[in-house]
């Protein structure tokens, strides 16, 4: 059996250019930065940094183990909570690329702190790191909540339903328009429903919009269904 050796290794990770579970980094020059894309991967489905290498895909290598001690500011100092990664040194063509692994975190969100030290939370969208918006946050904050809650069906989970379904999809702030819906409230009945299976997010001309997932949660009866149609 063919031994894999760093370079066969790296470069076939490499071949899968730049998704939603893997970001290329020429280097780290901020560990402010680099934050972004920990509390990105740590907020969505987890995945892994390739430091020294650039966008096109060309090795450039790390320039010192400063970038190891910066990765690991990023993950203890600049994350809230901080953020678990697994770093490993591989040398290739000569040259030394950092693989940075990080988990999905059971804590969400993660914030990284920005320039002001503002905790911010993102979001992994495909190749990119994308702002979380106010309903994902009230998302995970009730999948944190220790108590059950009881789905309540009234007119403002009706009204928010038929809207959806005369339209394709709904910015936050179309529904509250359309709806007469305060934004507080608003956040928080999606994000209800986006937790039991009913209502979708989608990231589309760099925003997000929701709309009516096409397989509704099983966890829902049918009978259920058929009395918000």
Same mark, same amino acid.
């Given at each position: 059996?063919?031994?894999? +050796?760093?370079?066969?290794?790296?470069? #076939?990770?490499?071949?899968?250019?730049?998704?939603?579970?893997? $970001?290329?980094?020429?280097?780290? !020059?901020?560990?402010?930065?680099?934050?972004?894309?920990?509390?990105?991967?740590?907020? +969505?489905?987890?995945?892994?940094? =390739?430091?020294?290498?650039?966008?096109?895909?060309?090795?450039?290598?790390?320039?010192? $183990?400063?970038?190891?001690?910066?990765?690991?500011?990023?993950?203890? =100092?600049?994350?809230?909570?901080?953020?678990?990664?697994?770093?490993?040194?591989?040398?290739?063509?000569?040259?030394?690329?950092? =693989?940075?692994?990080?988990?999905?975190?059971?804590?969400?969100?993660?914030?990284?702190?920005?320039?002001?030290?503002?905790?911010?939370?993102?979001?992994?969208?495909? $190749?990119?790191?994308?702002?979380?918006?106010?309903?994902?946050?009230?998302?995970?904050?009730?999948?944190?909540?220790?108590?059950?809650?009881?789905?309540?069906?009234?007119?403002?989970?009706?009204?928010?339903?038929?809207?959806?379904?005369?339209?394709? !999809?709904? !910015?936050?702030?179309?529904?509250?328009?359309?709806?007469?819906?305060?934004?507080?409230?608003?956040?928080?009945?999606?994000?209800?429903?986006?937790?039991?299976?009913?209502?979708? #997010?989608?990231?589309?001309?760099?925003?997000?919009?929701?709309? =009516?997932?096409?397989?509704?949660? $099983?966890?829902? !009866? #049918?009978?259920?269904?058929?009395?918000?149609?």
């Amino acid at each position: 059996m063919k031994t894999i +050796t760093d370079t066969d290794y790296i470069h #076939s990770l490499i071949a899968e250019g730049e998704h939603q579970q893997q $970001d290329f980094k020429f280097e780290i !020059s901020d560990a402010r930065k680099i934050a972004k894309s920990l509390s990105a991967f740590a907020n +969505t489905e987890g995945g892994r940094l =390739l430091i020294g290498v650039k966008d096109n895909g060309k090795i450039a290598g790390i320039r010192s $183990d400063e970038e190891k001690y910066m990765m690991e500011a990023a993950a203890q =100092l600049y994350c809230t909570p901080q953020v678990e990664c697994r770093m490993q040194s591989y040398t290739v063509e000569g040259r030394t690329v950092l =693989l940075v692994e990080i988990d999905e975190s059971p804590r969400k969100p993660v914030y990284a702190k920005d320039e002001q030290g503002k905790p911010l939370a993102y979001l992994r969208i495909k $190749d990119e790191n994308i702002l979380a918006t106010p309903v994902h946050l009230r998302v995970w904050q009730q999948e944190g909540e220790e108590r059950g809650e009881l789905m309540e069906f009234t007119d403002k989970e009706r009204l928010l339903l038929n809207l959806l379904g005369e339209n394709e !999809s709904l !910015s936050l702030n179309r529904y509250c328009r359309l709806s007469g819906t305060s934004r507080r409230s608003a956040e928080h009945l999606l994000a209800k429903l986006i937790r039991y299976g009913i209502v979708e #997010s989608v990231f589309t001309e760099h925003k997000f919009r929701f709309r =009516l997932k096409e397989n509704p949660n $099983d966890s829902l !009866s #049918s009978k259920q269904l058929d009395l918000w149609k």
